[in-house]
């Protein structure tokens, strides 16, 4: 049933406003209603490549496209916060089932850059975190310091995107011996969470676990198990 202004969650897919029967996900006032959740592309199971290698303990939800991609991209870009929410309990939800996370000590984020967080006004992955961390009862700790300002990634290739990133980040103290989730909002060569997982590993951290809500899809990248 669609309801006039005023009653209902406002869908941040489709911008029509549905009952809470026809919500997926509610947040304040907007939702991801039902037709736009079963339009928004899950990653089908393929491994993840991570740099050059593939990586077990890498995970992902959705396809970085159409719907998902859309939604996205008015939270990143122009300050749909809400969009972030529910973006994030739609992503993590898909993750309910690996038990592994649950096991892990604490989560966090991709940090961005003081210029980029000044510019932004928020960290869109640590606002995407917030869901994991409830999701999978883990403490949300800032353990990562962006340290190199670094170009805006996404015209950029694979190599150039790895150097780029290199030695962009330092991690507290508080890593040391603990099993760690980190998020980052979009996986798209995975240069970044490299670099951060190791910059954990170097500083003592015991695991570290991979999640990002979305994926780029890259045949050439791309291998099933
Ligand atoms: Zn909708």
């Not at 939702?31 to 593939?54: N, P, Q, T, V």
């Not at 122009?78 to 929410?85: E, F, P, Q, T």
């Not at 790895?162 to 330092?170: R, S, Y």
């Not at 951060?196 to 198990?225: D, F, I, M, P, Q």
Request: charged share 25%; glycine share 6%.
């Amino acid at each position: 049933m669609i309801f006039t202004w005023g009653f209902g969650y406002s869908c941040c897919g489709c911008d029509r406003r549905v009952s809470k029967e026809n919500a997926v996900y509610t947040y304040n006032n907007s939702c991801i209603c039902k037709e736009c959740y079963s339009k928004m592309e899950r990653f089908d199971g393929a491994r993840i490549i991570l740099g050059d290698a593939y990586n077990d303990h890498t995970y992902t939800s959705f396809y970085y496209k159409g719907l998902f991609k859309k939604i996205f991209i008015a939270f990143k870009f122009s300050g749909y916060i809400a969009n972030g929410h529910l973006l994030g309990m739609a992503a993590a939800d898909i993750l309910a089932d690996k038990t592994e996370l649950y096991a892990c000590d604490c989560i966090t984020a991709v940090p961005l850059s003081k210029e980029r967080m000044n510019e932004r006004g928020y960290n869109q992955s640590e606002i995407l975190a917030e869901h994991y961390s409830e999701l999978f009862g883990l403490e949300y700790m800032h353990l990562l310091k962006r340290v190199k300002h670094s170009q805006a990634q996404s015209a950029s290739e694979t190599v150039s995107r790895a150097l780029n990133v290199k030695n962009a980040f330092t991690a507290s103290d508080e890593v040391f011996g603990k099993k760690i989730l980190l998020l980052d909002d979009v996986h798209t060569t995975g240069s970044t969470l490299a670099e951060c997982k190791n910059t954990l590993l170097t500083a003592g951290a015991l695991e570290v676990y991979l999640v990002t809500a979305s994926y780029v899809y890259h045949k050439r990248r791309a291998r099933l198990y």
